[in-house]
């Protein structure tokens, strides 16, 4: 992905692949468009693998250095 302020473009390869994910990327334009393509996905992973979700999470947080809050009853 090249990203310029906010415009963001992806490469014919990683719109392929994140295609086989599910994810369609191809008119992703902005970070907020990007974000829209993977809001469906990211719902129907939080409903079918949580903890593959949270394991996702806590590696995000954990690259840019964001300390995670535990999830709170």
């Not at 302020?5 to 392929?16: K, L, Q, V």
């Not at 992703?28 to 593959?52: G, I, N, Y």
């Amino acid at each position: 992905m090249l990203k310029h302020g906010s415009s963001i473009r992806f490469t014919a390869t990683e719109i392929d692949e994140l295609a086989e994910l599910g994810i369609d990327v191809a008119g992703a334009k902005s970070v907020k468009d990007f974000a829209a393509a993977l809001e469906p996905w990211l719902h129907a992973l939080a409903e079918t693998r949580p903890d593959l979700l949270d394991k996702i999470a806590t590696e995000c947080a954990a690259r840019k250095g964001i300390r995670q809050f535990p999830e709170q009853s």
